[in-house]
């Protein structure tokens, strides 16, 4: 899977939370709340698609004398740190984080760290979340396409060929695909399937057919989990010998 580096993800939130109760005669034999967790971190796992930013949110639940909270994010891996992200305070101890492709995919953790009003460190949290890039289709293309001849007489056989291909950094074969051959007479706007093949080493795939009516030809590959469908350019065959005009 491709890794490249991301920037440590940091922030810094201040926030006073309002005390009742006691008086300052009492106040001393209080025991001070600077309890800190990390309730949830959502979605989990964030799902990023290519190109998009995908949003994630780290709920911190803390103590009534816990006065600032930091939080950060990291790749469990060590991926190296280069630039820092932005992260967005939010209402009750709530931050948001964006995540592209160009973060790393894989395990994650979320780090809370409370504060006194003194600045004193005085608890810390972690909790783990996964970053997964969404799983993308490749594209591919039907080259050559060619119906021949170009000029048959009617009841005679139609030949066909071309070539299915991915795009995997460059354009090769696929072999063992599913390709269905199509007919649109002269006059119509319709395609009719005409015979189905499969591609063959290099992702080459032959078919025929018998000769009927003067029309166009094209190929189509109907995509599956991880490829993208496509169609041929269309090719033109005259069909003589019958009783109507081409």
């Known amino acids: 899977m ?8 940091s922030a810094l939130v201040g926030g006073t939370m309002i005390v009742t109760g006691a008086g300052a005669a009492s106040a001393t034999t209080t025991k001070a709340d600077t309890r800190l967790y990390i309730r949830s971190v959502t979605p989990n796992p964030v799902v990023v698609k290519k190109g998009e930013e995908s949003t994630a949110y780290i709920h911190v639940r803390a103590g009534s004398d816990v006065e600032k909270v930091e939080v950060s994010v990291a790749p469990v891996d060590g991926v190296r740190t280069f630039a820092a992200k932005s992260v967005k305070p939010l209402e009750s101890w709530r931050f948001s984080v964006g995540f592209t492709d160009a973060d790393p995919a894989g395990k994650w953790k979320a780090t809370a760290v409370a504060f006194d009003k003194a600045g004193k460190q005085v608890s810390t949290d972690d909790a783990f979340f996964s970053v997964e890039l969404a799983k993308t289709k490749a594209d591919t293309r039907v080259s050559r396409f060619s ?6 007489r009617k009841g005679r056989s139609i030949s066909f060929s071309g070539r299915l291909q991915v795009d995997d950094h460059r354009w090769e074969g696929v072999r063992g695909e599913k ?11 319709g395609w009719k399937w005409v015979t189905s093949t499969t591609t063959k080493w290099n992702g080459k795939f032959y078919a025929t057919t018998k000769a009927y009516r003067s029309g166009w030809f094209r190929a189509s590959f109907a995509g599956n989990d991880e490829l993208n469908g496509s169609t041929s350019s269309a090719d033109y065959v005259r069909v003589y010998g019958s009783w109507w005009r081409h």
């Open 179 to 189: 390709v269905n051959i199509y007919y649109r007479a002269n006059g119509h706007s």
């Open 2 to 9: 491709r890794k490249i580096a991301v920037g440590f993800v």
């Open 147 to 152: 119906a021949e001849p170009y000029k048959v």
